[in-house]
């Protein structure tokens, strides 16, 4: 099956400091999602993007689906952007959406 | 409802007992996935439902897991003989379904511990 990589493992920031967070997938996919998981386990939905770029505020995502990859850009960052950072694809030939391992982010005040 | 709902958020059980797990997705969503994800890990597929359709079940660790969608809503994740190896949260997500609408939304999730 497809191949989910997620890089750095873990990060630390200092508050109103930038990052940005790599996805590398093993195949073509129908699609791809950015989720963030809260200090409280919730896993929100921060991006949908197949392909290009998109804007959220201090948030930025972009994918290049023809060479397998997914930024996701983080600007000015704030305690309340801790926890973890998931990427997840969709395969092609069906609905199977597998997620990475994530990246691991604390912001110190 | 305006989100999906899961319910137990938490439930402990002694191993050997089976444990039945609900989701509720959001009203109209077709698409609905279950998920176990372990702590420090990412969620682990387990299955998908297109309609009341089990449409993938190749994340299903054994055959003691079993979900089922029959009205085509509400899921139920059935665990039976719990062993302590799955204690785990277990998520639910629905969507709209279909190429260019899979965003997925999740609930709160299932706790489970097995003692």
């Known amino acids: 099956g497809i191949q989910v990589e997620q890089s750095p493992p873990d990060l630390i920031l200092q508050e109103g400091a930038n990052s940005t967070l790599r996805c590398n997938f093993s195949d073509s996919v129908n699609n791809l999602q950015w989720f963030h998981q809260n200090p409280w386990g919730q896993l929100i939905n921060l991006f949908y993007i197949p392909s290009g770029t998109k804007q959220n505020g201090r948030l930025s995502a972009t994918t290049v689906a023809t060479e397998r990859y997914s930024l996701l850009y983080i600007s000015s960052s704030q305690t309340t952007d801790s926890g973890v950072y998931f990427c997840a694809v969709e395969e092609t030939g069906g609905f199977k959406t597998i997620f990475g391992a994530g990246t691991r982010l604390f912001v110190k005040a | 409802g305006a989100g999906v709902s899961q319910s137990p958020r938490y439930k402990v059980t002694k191993r050997g007992q089976d444990v039945a797990l609900r989701c509720d997705p959001i009203s109209g969503h077709v698409s609905l996935y279950w998920y176990r994800q372990a702590l420090g890990q990412g969620p682990e597929f387990l299955t998908y439902f297109n309609y009341e359709a089990q449409q993938d079940k190749s994340g299903l660790p054994n055959d003691r897991f079993s979900a089922e969608r029959p009205e085509g809503s509400i899921s139920t994740l059935t665990i039976q003989r719990t062993e302590q190896r799955d204690s785990a949260m277990y998520r639910c997500?629905?969507?709209?379904?279909?190429?260019?609408?899979?965003?997925?939304?999740f609930g709160a999730g299932s706790r489970l511990t097995v003692l």
């Open positions: 997500a629905s969507s709209l379904g279909g190429t260019g609408a899979n965003v997925l939304t």
